[in-house]
T-cell receptor, first 111, second 115 residues
Framework: AQRVTQPEKLLSVFKGAPVELKCNYS??????LFWYVQYSRQRLQLLLRHISRESIKGFTADLNKGETSFHLKKPFAQEEDSAMYYC?????????????FGTGTLLAVQP | DAGVIQSPRHEVTEMGQEVTLRCKPI?????LFWYRQTMMRGLELLIY????????DSGMPEDRFSAKMPNASFSTLKIQPSEPRDSAVYFC?????????????FGDGTRLSIL
């Protein structure tokens, strides 16, 4: 079964500390993985996708097929990074845009 | 582009009443998704359409829930009769189905409270 697991509901760090938001998935095929972010009073929006191998707002995520993980990392957290982060998996032949979301992790960056 | 537009932003109603949520996708997008967000379960896909046709409604919780997409620019999610456990934020999203890795664009959501 396709599943996305985000084990932490809340992650609290101090400004300047490293951040790692965990995401594990189960999928029988070649996964396409995304991180979406929802800032306070804003819409849920795409942060980054694994296929692009990009760094957005200092965040990176590497797909590790051996560990079936797609953790989101940032070396130095900023207060404006405080938000809800969702890991998502795109799967299913013929359903290329269907996303399965994890339950989300609330990142709180303390001053 | 105003993005995905949802209405109403907030809805408070008594249990047993019919609730209709509305969504206008981004012009030109041919895939539309309805999600429900709760604290306990996060974001759950309820149903999605491709070219106005429902493709997967396996996430629709019960027969009380129904969704339609009469044309490319409008969709509704209806709950009848509503129950307190339906209280959640309901999101609509759209995307352009040109293959994998196409991002979904979300609306602001409708916060539904059933008393």
């Amino acid at each position: 079964a396709q599943r996305v697991t985000q084990p932490e509901k809340l992650l609290s760090v101090f400004k300047g500390a490293p951040v790692e938001l965990k995401c594990n998935y189960s999928y029988s095929g070649s996964p396409e993985l995304f991180w979406y972010v929802q800032y306070s009073r804003q819409r849920l929006q795409l942060l980054l996708r694994h296929i692009s191998r990009e760094s957005i707002k200092g965040f990176t995520a590497d797909l590790n097929k051996g560990e079936t993980s797609f953790h989101l990392k940032k070396p130095f957290a900023q207060e404006e990074d405080s938000a809800m982060y969702y890991c998502a998996l795109s799967g299913g032949r013929g359903a290329t845009n269907k996303l399965i979301f994890g339950t989300g992790t609330l990142l709180a960056v303390q001053p | 582009d105003a993005g995905v537009i949802q209405s109403p932003r907030h809805e408070v109603t008594e249990m047993g009443q019919e609730v209709t949520l509305r969504c206008k996708p981004i012009s030109g997008h041919n895939s539309l998704f309805w999600y429900r967000q709760t604290m306990m379960r996060g974001l759950e896909l309820l149903i999605y359409f491709n070219n106005n046709v429902p493709i997967d409604d396996s996430g629709m919780p019960e027969d009380r829930f129904s969704a339609k997409m009469p044309n490319a620019s409008f969709s509704t999610l209806k709950i009848q009769p509503s129950e307190p456990r339906d209280s959640a934020v309901y999101f609509c999203a759209s995307s352009l189905d040109r293959g994998p890795n196409q991002p979904q664009h979300f609306g602001d959501g409708t916060r539904l409270s059933i008393l």
